[in-house]
């Protein structure tokens, strides 16, 4: 079974996108600041990180830029969910290395295909 972590600290999003990835089939990772996130990327190794940027406690791209260098987390795919449509910030996100970003609100169905991509 795969794992993917949920780094997201608005919790109906979490509880939803939670629910609809374990009842997918997949193992579900949860927290909701940035340190707890990290270390679990860290300590668990998921199959793919879903983070949102704008988080508590250590930004999102923080996180993403530690994932990327280094060695044991470096090859994790992270997809970013954020409020934030702004094309800097978009831009620095896959600067940093993200597969994608996806603006929020988003679907069920889209944020599944994205998960396909890249599991």
Do not use: C, W
Not at 13 to 25: D, Q, R, T
Not at 57 to 75: A, P, Q
């Amino acid at each position: 079974m795969k794992t993917i972590l949920l780094i997201e600290d608005e919790k109906n999003i979490l509880l939803v996108f939670s629910k609809l990835l374990k009842k997918a089939g997949y193992r579900v990772l949860t927290a909701d600041n940035g340190i707890k996130g990290l270390e679990i990327a860290q300590e668990s190794k998921p199959d793919l990180i879903i983070l949102d940027l704008l988080i508590p406690k250590l930004d999102g791209l923080v996180i993403l830029e530690t994932l990327k260098e280094e060695e044991n987390t470096t090859d994790i795919p992270v997809v970013i969910i954020s409020a934030n449509s702004n094309q800097n910030s978009i831009e620095n996100g896959l600067k940093a290395g993200a597969e994608n970003y996806l603006v929020k609100p988003i679907s069920r169905n889209e944020l599944l295909l994205e998960i396909k991509k890249h599991i």
